[in-house]
């Protein structure tokens, strides 16, 4: 019966810590898409420096979160995100041409992680 107890005790551990770190990377994705939107939005709308400031945050958020997600999530889908990331902040001083297509790109990233990391019936079996 102690058996029975304890594994019954391990996989409720288990799929609340699953359901727990499922939220918080949908969470965290959904903050930076529509951070990525509001960067775009001041930068379209001439507040460079309001864009900067946001590119900033972002950049902190993501590396607030990062060691959380090296646990959560391979470690693989992260590195891209780490690289366009890192990048955005730079691109908005620079007045680049090439902040839209990253911001989407950081976007669809975001997405994808977030898919990949919600369980559905065809990701289980």
């Excluded at 903050?31 to 001439?46: P, V």
């Excluded at 620079?94 to 019936?121: C, F, Q, V």
Aim: some cysteine; aromatic content about 6%; charged content about 30%.
């Amino acid at each position: 019966m102690t058996r029975m107890i304890m594994s019954g005790c391990i996989l409720v551990t288990l799929l609340v810590m699953s359901i727990f770190s499922c939220m918080t990377v949908d969470r965290n994705c959904r903050e930076i898409e529509q951070s990525t939107d509001k960067i775009w939005e001041l930068y379209t709308s001439g507040d460079v420096q309001g864009a900067k400031d946001e590119a900033a945050e972002l950049e902190a958020r993501w590396e607030k979160v990062r060691s959380t997600y090296a646990v959560l999530v391979n470690n693989g889908r992260l590195n891209e995100m780490d690289r366009v990331t890192s990048r955005i902040y730079y691109l908005v001083e620079n007045d680049s041409r090439e902040l839209h297509s990253e911001l989407t790109e950081l976007e669809h990233i975001s997405k994808g992680l977030r898919a990949g990391e919600t369980p559905k019936l065809t990701s289980i079996f």
